[in-house]
C-alpha cells in the first residue's frame, strides 16, 4: 500500500508550464513503473507518460516533445514538467505507481486549465 500525494497544479496560460509533484508515503526504490495519467471533462482516463527505475520513459504523443516526466528516489517523488501548455492540456491529472504483480496505487489528483 503507497500513498500518493500530488501538487503542482493550477491556472496556466497557452504556451506556459507547471511543474506537476508526486510524494510517495515509502521509498519508490525498486518500483516498477511511476507514471502520470489525465482525465479530462467527459473523457476516459488517459496515460500522459512513465517512467521506470532504469530512466526509460514512455509518452503519449500528443505530449512527446512538451513534457517531461523524471524521478526522485531519495526524495520518494516523480514530477511531470509540462512545458508549451495547450488548451487540450485541460485535466485533472493523476500519479501512478504498478508494482510486483498487482501492485497499484493512484494520488488523489490535481486539476491543471491551461486557459487560451
Known amino acids: 500500500q503507497i500513498q500518493l500525494v500530488e501538487s503542482g497544479g493550477g491556472l496556466a496560460k497557452a504556451g506556459g508550464s507547471l511543474r506537476l509533484s508526486c510524494a510517495a508515503s515509502?521509498?519508490?526504490?525498486?518500483?516498477?513503473?511511476m507514471g502520470w495519467y489525465r482525465q479530462a471533462p467527459g473523457k476516459q482516463r488517459e496515460l500522459v507518460a512513465t517512467?521506470?527505475?532504469?530512466?526509460?520513459?514512455n509518452y503519449a504523443d500528443s505530449v512527446k516533445g512538451r513534457f517531461t516526466i523524471s524521478r526522485d528516489n531519495a526524495k520518494n517523488t516523480v514530477y511531470l514538467q509540462m512545458n508549451s501548455l495547450k488548451p487540450e492540456d485541460t485535466a485533472v491529472y493523476y500519479c501512478?505507481?504498478?508494482?510486483?504483480?498487482?501492485?497499484?496505487?493512484w494520488g488523489q489528483g490535481t486539476q491543471v486549465i491551461v486557459s487560451s
Open positions: 501512478n505507481v504498478k508494482w510486483g504483480i498487482a501492485g497499484n496505487s
Open positions: 517512467i521506470i527505475s532504469g530512466g526509460s520513459t
Open positions: 515509502r521509498n519508490i526504490f525498486g518500483i516498477a513503473t
